[in-house]
């Protein structure tokens, strides 16, 4: 599948792991593609990143990933909904972190835990950190995407659908700040091609 990939979109995946060695992840998750994305320039998702203002919400979007790893993946309107039935996960959170320490719930111990959970793809890609089966997906996805497209490479604006197309931290964290597959989508192609985003979601 890597052959398909644009110059771009390799550089995005290699940015991936560039983050997780930088913040001394144990592997490469969603989160890492999302922010290596962020970081490149000159493309289509460059500039449907910028007309979001996803460049100017970095700094919160990062502190919304923070907060979803410390509870443990769940989105926020996920807590919200548990809160409405009376568990309240920030103090199960603080319990736990009170008792095993802040780090015990830190993006290391994030990426070790998925690791562990996956230890066949040490050496998926990177050479040096395994990518998790969430960021794998993410890759796969991305591929079905540009098959859905009828384009015959995998470039940064099909990472970029992939990860709003798909459950999980990055879309719940994205939607909690107003942008969606349809938002993305619309920024990439424009509103007319509408019914392809779509197809593309399923």
Request: aromatic fraction near 4%.
């Amino acid at each position: 599948m890597f052959e398909r990939f644009t110059r771009g979109a390799r550089a995005t995946v290699k940015g991936a792991v560039a983050e997780a060695e930088r913040v001394g992840a144990g592997s490469v998750t969603e989160e890492h593609l999302f922010l290596a994305l962020l970081d490149q320039k000159g493309d289509r998702a460059s500039f449907a990143v910028a007309s979001l203002g996803l460049l100017r919400r970095r700094a919160s979007l990062e502190a919304s990933f923070a907060e979803a790893r410390r509870r443990g993946g769940l989105t926020k309107a996920e807590t919200d909904a548990l809160a409405g039935i009376g568990i309240d996960v920030g103090a199960i959170v603080d319990r736990v972190e009170g008792a095993h320490g802040e780090g015990a719930h830190g993006e290391g111990a994030h990426g070790e835990g998925a690791l562990a959970a996956d230890r066949s793809s040490r050496r998926w890609w990177s050479g040096h950190r395994a990518f998790t089966p969430e960021a794998k997906s993410i890759l796969e996805k991305s591929l079905r995407i540009a098959l859905g497209r009828g384009d015959r490479f995998i470039g940064q604006e099909h990472l970029l659908l992939a990860l709003t197309a798909t459950p999980g931290t990055v879309a719940d964290t994205l939607a909690e700040h107003g942008v969606t597959h349809t938002a993305v989508h619309h920024a990439l192609y424009g509103p007319e091609a509408d019914g392809e985003g779509h197809a593309e979601a399923g």
